[in-house]
Nanobody, 123 residues
Framework: QVQLVESGGGLVQPGGSLRLSCVAA????????VNWFRQAPGKEREGILC????????YYANSVKGRFTISRDNAKNTVYLQMNSLKPEDTAVYYC????????????????WGQGTQVTVSS
């Protein structure tokens, strides 16, 4: 079965860190770009940070620059989102999505999606 599975979400205090994982099952991520999206209550889903098949990172949300980084481990078929200095406004459901080749802005251009993992930043 082809799927993406996210994990690593949870409740964290402001200023804390989390690392999200996105594991692919049923296909290899080597040739795929993987983008992390998030959706807060009452807001549209937004792309935040993407890594291409050639390991180039592209930020789509200025609000996470300097705090979030993305990486991939093809041997583990996994992409990670390291989130530092978390803020309450980072609270959202985080999704990973994959497409062949390069990163794209629009969520409609992604083939595979995970089910999402909740991140809550609160004291």
């Amino acid at each position: 079965q082809v799927q993406l599975v996210e994990s690593g979400g949870g409740l964290v205090q402001p200023g804390g860190s989390l690392r999200l994982s996105c594991v692919a099952a049923g296909f290899t991520l080597d040739y795929y770009a993987v983008n992390w999206f998030r959706q807060a209550p009452g807001k549209e889903r937004e792309g935040i940070l993407c890594i291409s098949s050639s390991d180039t990172s592209t930020y789509y949300a200025n609000s996470v620059k300097g705090r979030f980084t993305i990486s991939r481990d093809n041997a583990k078929n996994t992409v990670y989102l390291q989130m530092n200095s978390l803020k309450p406004e980072d609270t959202a459901v985080y999704y990973c999505a994959a497409r062949i080749g390069n990163c794209r802005t629009s969520n409609t251009e992604y083939t595979y999606w995970g089910q999402g993992t909740q991140v809550t930043v609160s004291s």
